[in-house]
């Protein structure tokens, strides 16, 4: 870092570089891009099993595979490549991603749409690492990724209902994976606008500041918090025939739940500075055990229509201050590049592992799961506050 960035990062709101607003804007809608499919995959990923082009079983192998290819891409581009021709690779990666969805579309076996998934997963992992990379050299690291969860929440809740009202009942899933390539290409424009080259991070190797146990530690409290939600929420509606609520209001509940991300996201954004990191994520974690233990007693449908809006609501709120916890664990801010994957693998591998413990239709093993992932995540925020006073980190 030159003796001029060094001056300008002291004195403003970035350690390293100084974008402007519409470049900060740019990188998040480019990274938000690259989360789309999270809020689109019940009415896509539906649309395909409704049409017979995939059975449930390998519905299920679709989703993961996407979501473990956005992981590994947001990791390859963070931690592998040099954050220089942001434009080149945002416009690249867009226009692979389209190509992907197009492909997706127009598929003609599982195997072709777990080949275009994968694909999009890896492309949609880059863009990822568009945003990341640039949150990560914010001073205000938690501030900018409560911006990120809040835009990109949005627009999964705008598209949604676009796919869900007019594509896919126009022209089926093959629509709606049209409608997400075309949004791809629109956002071309957009990649020209991204700083082109961020300025480096005041750091060395690497991998050596994410082998550290606080930055390891962070890491693992994040992935099984998010093992938590994604165990309930791929089975969200076998658990919810359990209980005898119907599909349709399953449906409404998920699209409330949407909502309630959106709201949470915000509410973090105000909150974040004001509230300790440790205490925030302790007590969303035990919130979490506790609704999963609801959903595992049987309850009715008021409670069970709280417990999906107060998940949805926590989901997102927590993720400022595992930003905070990921930069605490290394100063580098190595570990926050990671934050995505571990967030994603956790959505990924939670239904897997939950799919094991389902026994003859009952789905109630599936919360009691997500209950004790969510309760493992609080544990190991205690054994990072541990670590990290060790560590001369607090």
Not at 78 to 98: D, F, G, H, Q
Not at 218 to 225: D, M, N, R, T
Request: hydrophobic share 60%; net charge negative; with cysteine.
């Amino acid at each position: 870092m030159t003796a001029s960035q060094a001056a300008q990062a002291e004195d403003g709101d970035w350690l390293v570089g100084n974008p402007t607003g519409s470049q900060l804007a740019s990188a998040l809608w480019i990274g938000s891009v690259g989360l789309l499919i999270l809020g689109l995959q019940p009415v896509l990923l539906g649309a395909l099993y409704t049409e017979g082009h995939v059975t449930g079983d390998e519905l299920a192998l679709v989703a993961t595979a996407e979501m473990i290819a956005i992981g590994v891409g947001s990791a390859i581009v963070a931690m592998l490549l040099p954050a220089r021709n942001m434009r080149w690779k945002s416009a690249a990666l867009l226009a692979l991603l389209a190509l992907a969805n197009f492909w997706t579309a127009y598929a003609g076996s599982h195997n072709g749409l777990i080949g275009a998934r994968i694909l999009a997963g890896l492309a949609e992992g880059g863009l990822v690492a568009v945003a990341t990379e640039l949150i990560a050299r914010s001073r205000r690291a938690e501030r900018i990724g409560g911006y990120f969860v809040t835009l990109q929440t949005l627009a999964q809740c705008a598209l949604a209902l676009i796919l869900a009202l007019y594509a896919v009942p126009a022209a089926g899933s093959a629509g709606g994976f049209i409608a997400l390539g075309i949004v791809c290409l629109l956002s071309l424009v957009v990649a020209w606008i991204v700083p082109d080259d961020y300025a480096d991070l005041p750091k060395e190797e690497q991998l050596g500041n994410v082998a550290t146990v606080p930055a390891i530690t962070a890491l693992l409290s994040i992935f099984c918090y998010f093992m938590f939600f994604g165990a309930v929420w791929a089975f969200l509606e076998p658990i919810g025939a359990q209980v005898g609520i119907d599909g349709r209001t399953v449906g409404l509940m998920v699209s409330a739940s949407l909502a309630a991300q959106v709201i949470g996201a915000m509410t973090a954004t105000v909150f974040e500075a004001r509230i300790d990191y440790r205490f925030a994520i302790t007590i969303i974690g035990i919130i979490a055990a506790i609704s999963s233990i609801l959903l595992a007693s049987g309850p009715g449908l008021w409670v069970f229509w709280a417990v999906a809006l107060v998940m949805g609501f926590i989901l997102l709120f927590i993720v400022p201050y595992q930003i905070r916890m990921a930069i605490t664990a290394d100063e580098t801010r190595t570990a926050v590049l990671l934050v995505p994957a571990a967030q994603l693998f956790g959505l990924a591998i939670g239904p897997i592992a939950a799919s094991l413990l389902i026994d003859a239709g009952n789905f109630r093993p599936v919360s009691e799961f997500a209950a004790a992932t969510a309760l493992a995540s609080v544990l190991l925020v205690g054994v990072f506050v541990v670590v990290a006073r060790r560590h001369g980190r607090t």
